[in-house]
């Protein structure tokens, strides 16, 4: 069973650096892409990026090229989305998801719980 | 870059058929993809390459495609069928898009 469990809620002021995780079990990590979408409160969902564990390859969405930094630590399963400078428009749900390419076409199959992201002074 | 186009909303009484529609300039050449959120839930894959329905989505969902144009089916609409619905799709450099999100309402 394919399961990718997030880090929990985070509060942080703008200008603070932020690490939030995604966890999966092997299936979802073995010759797979692990992306992130975000949702803005109230709002639709945004493709973020998406990092192939095994090389540590990234793709980009322009929006969001420079403004995050997608990781992965393919050792312990585990898929990261960062911040070195927070701004009040970051407060958003964060979801982790498994990247299908190939003759299913590209698209997220599995998801992770969400992880709420607040930033307030 | 291209956009994908959804309306915001759409309404239909139960045991009606819903239609949801997705726009994109690309949609002629990429796949495109349903998810369905409900309040406080992650998104779940409702269709997949346009038309296909993965393990577990009940009959009553399903996807079709023409030109530019793809359409969310919801046959016999329940009222568990509330929820926000996303159509996604694909740049040719592995990248994805998702489309603004549509409202169904059940009356």
């Known amino acids: 069973e394919v399961q990718l469990v997030q880090s929990g809620a985070e509060v942080k002021k703008p200008g603070e650096s932020l690490k939030i995780s995604c966890k999966g079990s092997?299936?979802?990590?073995?010759?797979?892409?692990i992306g992130w979408v975000r949702q803005m409160p109230g709002k639709g969902l945004e493709w973020m990026g998406i990092i192939y564990p095994g090389d540590s390859e990234t793709r980009y969405s322009p929006s969001f090229q420079g403004q995050v930094t997608i990781s992965a630590d393919k050792s312990i399963t585990t898929a990261y989305l960062q911040w070195s400078s927070l701004k009040a428009s970051d407060t958003a749900i964060y979801y982790c998801a498994r990247w299908r390419g190939g003759n299913v076409g590209s698209h997220f199959d599995f998801w992770g719980q969400g992880t709420l992201v607040t930033v307030s002074s | 870059s291209y956009d994908l186009t959804q309306p915001p909303s759409v309404s239909v009484s139960p045991g009606q058929t819903a239609t949801i529609t997705c726009s994109g300039d690309?949609?002629?050449?990429?796949?495109a993809y349903w998810y369905q959120q409900k309040p406080g839930q992650a998104p779940v894959l409702v269709i997949y390459?346009?038309?296909e329905r993965p393990s577990g989505i009940p009959e009553r969902f399903s996807g079709s495609s023409s030109g530019t144009t793809v359409t969310l089916t919801i046959s016999g609409v329940q009222a568990e069928d509330e929820a926000d619905y996303y159509c996604?799709?694909?740049?040719?450099?592995?990248?994805?898009?998702f489309g603004g999100g549509t409202k169904l309402t059940v009356l």
């Open positions: 690309a949609l002629p050449k990429q796949y």
């Open positions: 390459k346009d038309s």
């Open positions: 092997g299936d979802s990590f073995r010759n797979y892409w």
């Open positions: 996604q799709s694909a740049h040719t450099d592995n990248t994805g898009v």
